[in-house]
């Protein structure tokens, strides 16, 4: 059974950070949260284990912030 990895994996994080904001660029807030949850969907697929999508899915929801969201 695989885990999920929550050490640093990104070769470059500000980078990817960046292009992320890119990508939410000039969208409403209502085409962000589309756009997010096609991104949470295909990334899912990718990973393809549900125990490890899991895990995912415990710890943001034990980690999510008191923010606006």
Do not use: C, W
Request: no cysteine.
């Amino acid at each position: 059974m695989r885990h999920l990895n929550t050490k640093a994996n990104i070769s470059k994080p500000d980078e990817f950070y960046h292009d992320l904001l890119l990508l939410h660029e000039g969208r409403t807030e209502k085409e962000s949260e589309a756009l997010n949850a096609k991104l949470v969907l295909i990334l899912a697929n990718h990973i393809g284990d549900a125990n490890v999508l899991r895990e995912a899915m415990d710890l943001a929801a034990k980690t999510q912030g008191g923010g606006d969201g």
